[in-house]
């Protein structure tokens, strides 16, 4: 019985592989076809300085440069205080389209806005961010 028991224990440790395997990180590498056809001018936008009580608009373009149109499917401000518009027919390739944000500028002091886009063209939404400070009437 012991004979069988170091057997079978010589047999389990010649069957581990005692050899060291070292794993390389390789870059991603984003193809052409991965890449989104909708490309921002720009994500992200400073107002600076707005007076109390005046709505802003700011307008987010983009370009498509993909082969296909691209449709926006849904647009969603991050609070009430924000009306958005954006282009509603298929934006061909090449042409641009744009969203735009109007932001009720109610209460004074510092803020940080968010429009999440949704398009044909990408599986995840789009988070566009404005910012910028609301200075209060005299």
């Known amino acids: 019985m012991k ?12 069957l581990m592989s005692f050899t060291t395997t070292t794993v390389i990180d ?7 076809k991965d890449a989104s056809p909708v490309v921002w001018k720009s994500e992200t936008v400073d107002v600076g300085e707005i007076p109390q009580g005046t709505p802003k608009t700011i307008e987010f373009s983009f370009k498509n440069t993909g082969t296909k149109s691209v449709l926006i499917t849904n647009v969603k ?17 090449g042409k641009t389209g744009y969203v735009k944000a109007t932001y009720n500028a109610a209460a004074a002091g510092a803020f ?3 429009i999440t886009v949704t398009t044909n063209a990408e599986e995840t939404p789009k988070v566009l961010t404005f910012k910028g400070t609301v200075v209060a009437k005299s």
């Open 3 to 14: 004979t069988v028991k170091i057997t079978l224990a010589a047999l389990a440790f010649g």
């Open 26 to 32: 390789q870059p991603t590498i984003v193809s052409a």
């Open 112 to 114: 940080a806005k968010t």
């Open 77 to 93: 401000p991050s609070c009430g205080c924000t009306a958005a518009d954006y282009t509603k027919e298929a934006v061909a390739p």
